[in-house]
């Protein structure tokens, strides 16, 4: 069974990468949570506006801004997709989790992109996906279902109905806001699309601030660190590696890999809450690794192996 190309590889390990710094995201907000009564809408808007900052900050300092003027004027309703997108299954997710509860939300949000773009792909090349890749993408999304159902608890939430369409409409934008980020990540630097991405990201939630409950800063200093980390790490650092990986693995094959998301977050609950794994969890860990490790294999892929791109660099 070939490898496929080091291009590809590195692609691949950018996004499993971002995954991990995603999985990471969810103790950070908890922590957050215990010492600042900050609403998630509220984390998220912040985590967007420091992203934004950082990555302006470092055009600036590079001297690439213009960059990011060139890539406004040259596919402003691409940019615009992706910043909204972003910003959008963000908020479906968060949403659907107060509604559902997060295993339910997590399995259906993530699980339903990879099943789209595999399906959407198909469709487009007119091939059916080969044995080997279905077998990749069965073994992720039954450990998807394992760690996540196994970590949290079994309640349905208030509202199980609205947060189970909330997190379709996730899964669904996540899946189409990976295909415009693709695509346009190889006409534009990592680094200039995640920094145009942020911006519009950040102008999108502003508004949504008026509507939740609670506080809108802190002045707890752990609290601004934990939001900073946020910031910089799991969306800014994040999304620059997932927009390299985008421009030579297909958008499938980058959201299969990012279930590692919910991978990390389960290892970090157990070594750093202490939380116990149990053997469904181990299973669901080892059929998602085992799984991402497969996409590293041309002939189980989740999706088209891409040429390198010749894009600028990041």
Do not use: K, N
Not at 3 to 31: I, K
Not at 41 to 58: C, E
Not at 307 to 314: E, H, T, V
């Amino acid at each position: 069974m070939p490898t496929s190309s080091p291009s590809h590889l590195r692609g691949l390990a950018e996004v499993a990468a971002a995954s991990v710094l995603w999985g990471t995201g969810g103790l950070a907000v908890q922590l957050i949570r215990e010492r600042a009564a900050l609403s998630p809408v509220t984390i998220s808007a912040w985590r967007m506006v420091i992203a934004a900052a950082v990555l302006v900050v470092a055009l600036l300092v590079l001297r690439r801004a213009g960059e990011l003027v060139d890539l406004a004027r040259a596919r402003p309703r691409q940019l615009l997709a992706v910043g909204v997108g972003t910003a959008a299954y963000q908020g479906f997710y968060f949403v659907s989790v107060t509604q559902v509860g997060v295993a339910v939300s997590t399995v259906v949000s993530l699980g339903l992109a990879p099943v789209l773009l595999t399906v959407a792909e198909s469709v487009r090349h007119r091939r059916t996906p080969t044995r080997s890749r279905l077998a990749v993408l069965a073994a992720a999304l039954t450990g998807l279902v394992l760690v996540s159902v196994a970590g949290h608890e079994s309640g349905t939430g208030p509202a199980p109905v609205a947060g189970v369409l909330l997190a379709l409409a996730s899964g669904t934008t996540y899946a189409l806001t990976t295909v415009a980020g693709g695509s346009i990540s190889r006409q534009a630097s990592p680094l200039v699309l995640t920094s145009g991405m942020t911006l519009v990201g950040a102008v999108t939630l502003g508004p949504c601030l008026a509507l939740v409950d609670g506080p809108l800063v802190t002045d707890d200093p752990a609290a601004v660190a934990w939001l900073v980390y946020l910031g910089a790490l799991t969306m800014a650092l994040a999304y620059v590696l997932l927009y390299s990986g985008l421009r030579v693995v297909a958008p499938s094959t980058a959201v299969t890999a990012s279930l590692v998301e919910p991978v990390t977050a389960a290892v970090i609950a157990a070594v750093v809450l202490s939380e116990a794994l149990g053997p469904a969890a181990v299973v669901g860990i080892l059929l998602v690794l085992g799984a991402v490790a497969g996409l590293g294999r041309a002939s189980t892929a989740a999706g088209p192996v891409l040429p390198d791109a010749g894009a600028p660099a990041p």
